[in-house]
């Protein structure tokens, strides 16, 4: 049997005990995760926010304040996974979705918002000439990858190991049994040599290539800038075509990545923040390819959806994106997030801690790991059970992100919340440094 290494007898023992406080600090969100179990299978109705041993109960959001069951309070880092760019009730959100409240939901018919919040898209995001429509992200993928199988003919579609592109495109770890049924080649993340390989027995057959700019789930992994245009490269010489999801990174700069790395894909898919903090997917890109949707034409591909121009998602998200999130505004958020990304990195290198903040902009990851991170491999050899005991540390210090290590801003944050979080990663650093070993 293999003895521990003694820092790690330490660190569990470290998380036993952290954890042990985070449930005496809950009682009452442990009794609503009772309750839930009663009726949701594990108290969950979404995956991604469950956390062991049990879950907190949000009950009222402000600004880029979060307050729990039991009434603690916390800056919010997190702005549900990048959707809550605009913080919690926004005066600007809210007076839309009170417009909309006003004159009335759900008329089975067009809107007159609904036009111009695509052309605020597509002028915004600089591959999409005509946008679409949908309710998740996970449906702007799925109508994209199915009309490039339509449009090419072929059957495969090229993704990498640790995309996740929504609840049917889940490739995190060993990927998922209820993936759409399509015939996915899985490629290596930033090692196009690799993905060549993948790909070289089956050119003919290739649809679509479907990646994200950077990685957001599988821990803010940023593409290098040659993998994205070796991609490019590769779409233009098989004929396949290259979907970027966007649904998390479009909120990097003014124009998504693509904007930034000058790498144009065919489709692009939109989701999170783009709908204001509704339910909002979209999926847009070149005309010639996006008019195969005209209804007008004969054989027009079918795409309905009852609520994909639905008055309040419209409304609050086309003021997001034309009045709240403005060009200079994305720009100047993402500043924000590239220093503090740069203030926490240069704090754990002070404390000499194997431990580094990955990601772009607004978006960043923690990793308990000091090596290189370019693909989900290289993040997964990072130690787990420290960042499980960074979690409760800092969500002991009132500092809300997820489990799995990422931190999403939002633009109600101000300086002294990015010191604030400074503060907490400092504390962490000192009280825990002896766990590094
Ligand atoms: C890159 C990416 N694509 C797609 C999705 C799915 O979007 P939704 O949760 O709206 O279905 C997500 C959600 O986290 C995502 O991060």
Redesign the pocket.
């Given at each position: 049997m293999n003895t521990p290494h003694p820092a790690n007898i330490d660190i569990r023992a470290a998380l036993a005990e952290a954890e042990e406080r985070y449930r005496e600090r809950n009682p009452l969100s442990l009794a609503q995760h009772r309750e839930a179990c009663t009726a949701m299978p594990g108290g969950n109705t979404r995956s991604?926010i469950h956390v062991d041993p049990f879950p907190l109960t949000i009950v009222r959001g402000e600004g880029a304040r979060l307050w729990d069951l039991d009434g603690h309070e916390y800056v919010d880092f997190l702005s549900e996974?990048?959707?809550g760019i605009y913080g919690h009730s926004h005066p600007a959100i809210r007076s839309a979705i009170q417009g909309a409240l006003d004159e009335g939901l759900n008329f089975g018919a067009r809107n007159t918002i609904e036009a111009r919040f695509a052309a605020a898209i597509c002028e915004r995001f600089p591959s999409i000439e005509l946008v679409r429509f949908t309710?998740?992200?996970?449906?702007?993928?799925l109508m994209a990858v199915s009309a490039a199988r339509a449009i090419t003919g072929r059957p495969k579609i090229l993704v990498f190991t640790g995309?996740?592109?929504?609840?049917v495109?889940y490739f995190r770890g060993h990927g998922s049994p209820l993936n759409a049924p399509f015939e996915f080649l899985l490629g290596r993340y930033n090692d196009f040599a690799a993905v060549e390989t993948v790909v070289r027995p089956h050119r003919e057959a290739l649809a679509a290539i479907l990646v994200?700019p950077m990685?957001?789930?599988t821990g803010c992994i940023p593409a290098e800038r040659s993998f994205l245009t070796g991609l490019r490269a590769l779409a233009n010489e098989t004929g396949a075509l290259l979907i970027f999801?966007?649904?998390?990174?479009s909120r990097l700069a003014p124009g998504g990545l693509q904007e930034v790395h000058g790498v144009l894909p065919d489709l692009t898919?939109l989701?999170?923040y783009v709908g204001g903090g509704m339910?909002?997917?979209a999926f847009g890109g070149r005309a010639d390819l996006m008019e195969r949707f005209d209804p007008r034409r004969p054989d027009a591909f079918q795409h309905a959806g009852t609520f994909n121009n639905n008055v309040l998602t419209m409304r609050a998200g086309l003021v997001g994106l034309t009045q709240i999130y403005t060009p200079e505004r994305a720009s100047a958020l993402n500043a924000s997030g590239d220093d503090l990304r740069g203030r926490l990195n240069d704090l754990v290198r002070r404390h000499g801690l194997a431990m580094r903040f990955t990601g772009l902009g607004s978006m960043l990851a923690v990793h308990m790991t000091d090596a290189a991170i370019g693909c989900q491999e290289d993040a997964e050899k990072g130690n787990a059970e420290l960042r499980d005991l960074f979690y409760f540390d800092l969500i002991g210090r009132g500092i809300w992100f997820a489990k799995r290590g990422m931190f999403a801003m939002s633009t109600a944050l101000g300086e002294d919340d990015a010191d604030k979080l400074v503060e907490a990663v400092e504390e962490f650093a000192q009280t825990r440094a002896r766990l590094f070993g």
């Amino acid at each position: 049997m293999n003895t521990p290494h003694p820092a790690n007898i330490d660190i569990r023992a470290a998380l036993a005990e952290a954890e042990e406080r985070y449930r005496e600090r809950n009682p009452l969100s442990l009794a609503q995760h009772r309750e839930a179990c009663t009726a949701m299978p594990g108290g969950n109705t979404r995956s991604a926010i469950h956390v062991d041993p049990f879950p907190l109960t949000i009950v009222r959001g402000e600004g880029a304040r979060l307050w729990d069951l039991d009434g603690h309070e916390y800056v919010d880092f997190l702005s549900e996974f990048t959707a809550g760019i605009y913080g919690h009730s926004h005066p600007a959100i809210r007076s839309a979705i009170q417009g909309a409240l006003d004159e009335g939901l759900n008329f089975g018919a067009r809107n007159t918002i609904e036009a111009r919040f695509a052309a605020a898209i597509c002028e915004r995001f600089p591959s999409i000439e005509l946008v679409r429509f949908t309710n998740s992200g996970t449906e702007a993928n799925l109508m994209a990858v199915s009309a490039a199988r339509a449009i090419t003919g072929r059957p495969k579609i090229l993704v990498f190991t640790g995309g996740y592109h929504g609840g049917v495109f889940y490739f995190r770890g060993h990927g998922s049994p209820l993936n759409a049924p399509f015939e996915f080649l899985l490629g290596r993340y930033n090692d196009f040599a690799a993905v060549e390989t993948v790909v070289r027995p089956h050119r003919e057959a290739l649809a679509a290539i479907l990646v994200e700019p950077m990685q957001g789930t599988t821990g803010c992994i940023p593409a290098e800038r040659s993998f994205l245009t070796g991609l490019r490269a590769l779409a233009n010489e098989t004929g396949a075509l290259l979907i970027f999801d966007e649904v998390m990174t479009s909120r990097l700069a003014p124009g998504g990545l693509q904007e930034v790395h000058g790498v144009l894909p065919d489709l692009t898919t939109l989701g999170k923040y783009v709908g204001g903090g509704m339910s909002f997917g979209a999926f847009g890109g070149r005309a010639d390819l996006m008019e195969r949707f005209d209804p007008r034409r004969p054989d027009a591909f079918q795409h309905a959806g009852t609520f994909n121009n639905n008055v309040l998602t419209m409304r609050a998200g086309l003021v997001g994106l034309t009045q709240i999130y403005t060009p200079e505004r994305a720009s100047a958020l993402n500043a924000s997030g590239d220093d503090l990304r740069g203030r926490l990195n240069d704090l754990v290198r002070r404390h000499g801690l194997a431990m580094r903040f990955t990601g772009l902009g607004s978006m960043l990851a923690v990793h308990m790991t000091d090596a290189a991170i370019g693909c989900q491999e290289d993040a997964e050899k990072g130690n787990a059970e420290l960042r499980d005991l960074f979690y409760f540390d800092l969500i002991g210090r009132g500092i809300w992100f997820a489990k799995r290590g990422m931190f999403a801003m939002s633009t109600a944050l101000g300086e002294d919340d990015a010191d604030k979080l400074v503060e907490a990663v400092e504390e962490f650093a000192q009280t825990r440094a002896r766990l590094f070993g």
